[in-house]
């Protein structure tokens, strides 16, 4: 096809797109261990109290409302209304609801604020996206109309007892010039389930109000809610601060709505892109966002149900990886939040990559990690030697996934 130079660029392979149809197909696929994806665990009582709260939404006519009418550009007013009170009231934010708009997922709402701050300007010059802190999320790589969008620094990294490490963000060489338009990091972090510190995030929050640049955190695991992190970690918001939110890890990734809280020009900018790319957002996510908010549920349910379901998780993965996989064959990132864990295998012989192959020809998918290092200017073999798998299936699937991958290693290693 004769496309144009966004088509080309859109219609590549990439690697969020390549994760999205293992997840698609391997969900799918009976006796495939689904490592690769994000999404979330079916928790139970999580499920249980969705499905009643959308028996009494139709019931009382809400879900009908919803489906059956368009909201304005920036989302469904009820929710921006609702959210803006509790996050002021729990947290002090001043905030109201001009500060807070909807998005069709937070995916789409990294697409704008890229490239709202960064690309080519009006004057001419070009503004990047720092990423302060690799590995990153692979699904920003893609997300810029223009290309070499991104650039990204390399972290220090400790080594910790057990056989797991830690990044943090190398401050001391951290370099912000004047090509950079953005800074973006997620906390907790995907792929790695790392959460940078209050030091480390008011240490970049600084930065950005001296070079007159947004920050962006992608809160799409942390804090308010669903709040999957086991670390101590405070939420921070200011009118230069853009927070990136979600619905998905509640476990609602099929409402497709992302909630970002930034200044009322921000704010209104996006209104302005939603209409001109999707007329609203989808209705349904908020109405059941503010539903849960109206019964004092959502901050309750984050805490109580979904963060001590995975923190409960998470542990019993690792002792299972440790049946198979040992310190000196295998090191895990510490767990600090989100569904994922991030293995380093620092003596393979050969890439994740064809690691990768080698575990989906016997069914089982991950993510290699080298699509994790998005604008890093520097080859790092690091990143061939790391894969990203998400710890959310049943127990008895992810032990004979790492039955399967001790296997393969021993065969590569051997």
Known sequence: MNFSQFGHKFTRQNGITRLMEDMGTGLRTPGTVMLGGGNP???PEMEHYIEDLLADMQQSGQLTEALCNYDGP??????????AAELKEHHGWDITAKNIALTNGSQSAFFYLFNLFAGKREDGQRRKVLFPLT????GYADAGL???LFVSARPTLTLLPEGQFKYHIDMENLAIGEDIGLICVSRPTNPTGNVITD?????????????DIPLLIDNAYGLPFPG?????????????????MSLSKLGLPGARCGIIIAGEDTINALGNMNGIISLAPGSIGPAIANEMLCRKDLLRLSEQVIRPYYHHKVTETIAIIRRYLPEDRCLIHKPEGAIFLWLWFRDLPVTTEELYHRLKARGVLMVPGHFFFPGLQEEWPHGNQCMRMNYVPE??????AMIILADELEQICR
């Open 135 to 138: 590995p990153e999320y692979l």
């Open 199 to 211: 030091e480390e995030l008011a240490s970049l929050d600084t930065l950005a109000r001296q070079h």
């Open 74 to 83: 920036r989302g469904k007013s009820v929710l921006l209304e609702s959210l």
């Open 41 to 43: 665990a079916k928790i």
């Open 395 to 400: 127990n008895k699937e992810i032990e004979r």
């Open 228 to 244: 999957i992190i086991f670390t101590e970690a405070s939420a921070l918001w200011n009118p230069n601060i853009i927070l990136c």
């Open 146 to 148: 223009e290309e070499d």
